[in-house]
Nanobody, 124 residues
Framework: QVQLVESGGGLGQAGDSLRLSCAAS????????MGWFRQAPGKEREFVAG????????YYQDSVKDRFTISRTNAKNTVYLQMNSLKPEDTAVYYC?????????????????WGHGTQVTVSS
């Protein structure tokens, strides 16, 4: 079992930056890959970014590739999502997810554990 708790969401304006954190517990953090997803009202949950167990490899959705950065600190059992140049279309609930198989791509079904989400709202 892996427990995930997100934090760092909030309100911002277009162009602002926010940093999300996801604290993990219950399993050796350094052996699992991590991802961030988001879900806007009335839309399906979509992949944002993923990072390998070591942190050496990352993968992004095209719309955030030049603005968001995923990283992790295994010593702190935490994964981060640094979001810069925020846009109103980034407004969503952001979810942290863990993959015990080491998968860090965009396929929702390959992630085994999920946090409860943190709200990010960006105004124009």
């Amino acid at each position: 079992q892996v427990q995930l708790v997100e934090s760092g969401g909030g309100l911002g304006q277009a162009g602002d930056s926010l940093r999300l954190s996801c604290a993990a517990s219950g399993r050796t953090f350094g052996s699992i890959a991590m991802g961030w997803f988001r879900q806007a009202p009335g839309k399906e949950r979509e992949f944002v970014a993923g990072v390998s167990w070591s942190g050496s490899s990352t993968y992004y959705q095209d719309s955030v590739k030049d603005r968001f950065t995923i990283s992790r600190t295994n010593a702190k059992n935490t994964v981060y999502l640094q979001m810069n140049s925020l846009k109103p279309e980034d407004t969503a609930v952001y979810y942290c997810a863990a993959s015990v198989s080491g998968f860090y791509g965009s396929a929702y079904g390959n992630y085994d554990y999920w946090g409860h989400g943190t709200q990010v709202t960006v105004s124009s």
